[in-house]
T-cell receptor, first 110, second 113 residues
Framework: GQQVMQIPQYQHVQEGEDFTTYCNSSTTLSNIQWYKQRPGGHPVFLIQLVKSGEVKKQKRLTFQFGEAKKNSSLHITATQTTDVGTYFCAGPNSGYALNFGKGTSLLVTP | DAGITQSPRHKVTETGTPVTLRCHQTENHRYMYWYRQDPGHGLRLIHYSYGVKDTDKGEVSDGYSVSRSKTEDFLLTLESATSSQTSVYFC????????????FGQGTRLTVV
């Protein structure tokens, strides 16, 4: 089935540093979604990107969808300890469900 | 948070026993999903439902079955639990499938001993 690959698997940063996670698909995606999961919690929806080349911002978070709609990225500017968690991208499968990447776990040290 | 309740939240069971996990929603969403989460594997789709009595398999469906006899409930059954099914199981719901956000339940931690 259609898969999305996510890198890096882990990232450890000092508070105030920037962070980026990348998501890649071998096939064109109709849309891509991003979720955040805090330690011990459940995934929570962040955003959906639909258009080629789309860029959306949520405060310190910037989401991009590639021109070919095969890749996406999430960039966090000036990380804070509240950003700790695992960030997942998800793309549609051939049916009615989402296939999730393996996630990038972010650790922020004060 | 969306109205999703998973039960039980924690369960320890023995190898070879059947186990049923329940997902209950109060949002009247059409789509319901079961994922499992394991270290290093992210979230993997087990089964999903796109309507009452309409279900389909995900990438890790072997050893699992599902049923959806009414909109609000989606049951996941491990027919004969194995240690490899020790995991955290998440139920999710969505109003319009792929085009809208998915809301996740709190998860069920299942240990098979």
């Amino acid at each position: 089935g259609q898969q999305v690959m996510q890198i890096p698997q882990y990232q450890h940063v000092q508070e105030g540093e920037d962070f980026t996670t990348y998501c890649n698909s071998s096939t064109t995606l109709s849309n891509i979604q991003w979720y955040k999961q805090r330690p011990g919690g459940h995934p929570v929806f962040l955003i959906q990107l639909v258009k080629s080349g789309e860029v959306k911002k949520q405060k310190r978070l910037t989401f991009q969808f590639g021109e070919a709609k095969k890749n996406s990225s999430l960039h966090i500017t000036a990380t804070q300890t509240t950003d700790v968690g695992t960030y997942f991208c998800a793309g549609p499968n051939s049916g009615y469900a989402l296939n999730f990447g393996k996630g990038t776990s972010l650790l922020v040290t004060p | 948070d969306a109205g999703i309740t998973q039960s039980p939240r924690h369960k320890v069971t023995e190898t070879g026993t059947p186990v049923t996990l329940r997902c209950h929603q109060t949002e009247n969403h059409r789509y319901m999903y079961w994922y499992r989460q394991d270290p290093g594997h992210g979230l993997r789709l087990i089964h999903y439902s796109y309507g009452v009595k309409d279900t389909d398999k995900g990438e890790v469906s072997d050893g699992y079955s599902v049923s959806r006899s009414k909109t609000e409930d989606f049951l996941l059954t491990l027919e004969s639990a194995t240690s490899s099914q020790t995991s955290v199981y998440f139920c999710a719901i969505s109003a319009q499938g792929l085009n809208t956000e998915a809301f996740f339940g709190q998860g069920t931690r299942l240990t098979v001993v």
